[in-house]
């Protein structure tokens, strides 16, 4: 693998995911969730105010249920316009139609900025600018509205990814807490892959993965070896169960080896065994037991986005005016105690972001070819010609050795006579 330090100016600005941890908003939540309670007699009661731990036990089931149904949970989520206070790029104001939405199983509506997007004439992703101000972006939370046991923390999750790869945030996001102003600031490494038959990578989507790019439906997202992880968990669990795995509901729209349909797959029911013994089978399967359509080979072209992160306190006592006002024009309900305590609720609830580019230097490494095709018939016509000569001086001392013993031979021989 040769490594090499690139400047490159303009280079893309990565694309930045976020959700808020919270998933469920409890003013949109509640009123059906009581309704379902109701109706399977876990409660009798008309009470909206409160959720016990007995009741928040029966979510997943509420949700569960209202997929299988193919009924939207979209409603229930944290929408966008009414949690970003303030978006800029490069000090050009951006807004919430600049993103792009998605849905991730245990964080609900989540929102990317400078993906590469399907069928615009819109200039994405956009350019960074070394030395310019990058994406800054003010967000409140309303923690007031999660729902009791939902979440052990307030805040949003983060991740900065490849403008042509679907985030993972469960597995590589990062934690931003309200109070604080955030700088992200990030470097650019490129690692490049031999294509087959050199190595066993692609940048090619299967056929069998257009399902699940479909829960990205305005990204032009491509080849990811985690995504077809997942696909293909989902797919063998469809194909030994039935149903696919209820904690991964967000990735139910598969298409299956051979066919070319996207269809939406029925979520097995929580207590049900036989989607963990899927994943465990697949998971931990030798590679060699796999079939082709079930192998995932790594991407020959990667592209991450390590990362610095610093912080100061937030908002200051000249900010709290304006971001009293946006809360209070929002669509979401206040707390009762609000006007005594409002000041409270935005330090509670509140964070910035600035994401910037730190070095116009990427650092790219590319995997190489210990010996093509002409270096190796060169090295093996070295070799042999070394050989040969070798072969050539080994006997001339030999017929030189023999020649000596034949003539001390025939002195001893002359001298007896």
Not at 26 to 38: A, G, R, S, V
Not at 119 to 144: C, F, W
Not at 214 to 238: F, H, K, M, R, W
Not at 254 to 276: E, K, Q, R, V, W
Request: glycine share 4%.
């Amino acid at each position: 693998m040769n490594s090499d330090a690139i400047q490159q100016q303009p280079q893309y600005f990565p694309a930045f995911s976020f959700c808020n941890v919270g998933e469920l908003r409890y003013d949109q939540f509640i009123d059906p969730f009581l309704n379902y309670t109701n109706a399977n007699n876990v409660t009798s009661s008309n009470d909206t105010t409160t959720i016990t731990r007995n009741q928040a036990s029966y979510i997943p089931n509420f949700l569960l249920e209202q997929l299988n149904q193919n009924k939207s949970l979209e409603q229930y989520f944290f929408s966008l316009s009414p949690m970003l206070y303030q978006c800029s790029f490069d000090s050009k104001p951006c807004s919430a139609a600049d993103f792009i939405s998605f849905t991730e199983a245990g964080f609900g509506s989540c929102y990317t900025f400078n993906a590469q997007l399907k069928n615009t004439t819109a200039q994405t992703p956009r350019y960074a600018i070394l030395g310019g101000t990058g994406l800054q972006l003010g967000l409140y939370v309303y923690s007031q509205q999660y729902v009791p046991y939902v979440s052990d923390g307030i805040g949003m999750i983060s991740l900065l990814h490849n403008n042509t790869q679907p985030p993972f945030l469960d597995l590589t996001g990062m934690y931003l807490s309200p109070g604080r102003k955030y700088k992200i600031s990030y470097t650019t490494t490129i690692t490049n892959y031999l294509a087959t038959p050199n190595s066993q990578c692609t940048d090619d989507v299967p056929q069998s993965m257009k399902g699940i790019l479909s829960n990205y439906p305005s990204a032009d997202y491509g080849y990811s070896q985690a995504l077809c992880i997942e696909n293909n968990v989902q797919i063998q669990t469809y194909q030994q169960c039935g149903c696919v795995s209820p904690y991964a509901w967000d990735k139910r729209a598969i298409t299956l080896p051979g066919t070319s349909n996207i269809f939406i797959a029925p979520l097995c029911n929580i207590t049900d065994t036989c989607y963990l013994q899927a994943v465990s089978a697949y998971l931990t399967a030798p590679i060699s037991s796999n079939s082709n359509n079930f192998t995932c080979p790594k991407r020959c072209s990667n592209v991450n986005f390590p990362v610095e992160k610093s912080e100061l306190s937030t908002p200051l006592e000249w900010q709290m005016s304006d971001i009293k006002s946006f809360v209070e024009n929002s669509s979401v309900p206040l707390p009762a105690n609000w006007s005594v305590m409002w000041r409270d609720y935005i330090r509670m609830n509140y964070l910035s972001i600035n994401v910037v580019c730190e070095t116009n230097v990427i650092d790219a490494k590319q995997q190489t070819l210990v010996y093509t095709t002409n270096t190796l018939i060169s090295n093996i016509g070295a070799q042999a010609g070394l050989w040969l000569g070798l072969t050539v001086l080994v006997f001339a001392e030999l017929i030189e050795l023999l020649y000596h013993l034949l003539r001390f031979t025939c002195q001893k021989i002359r001298s007896k006579m």
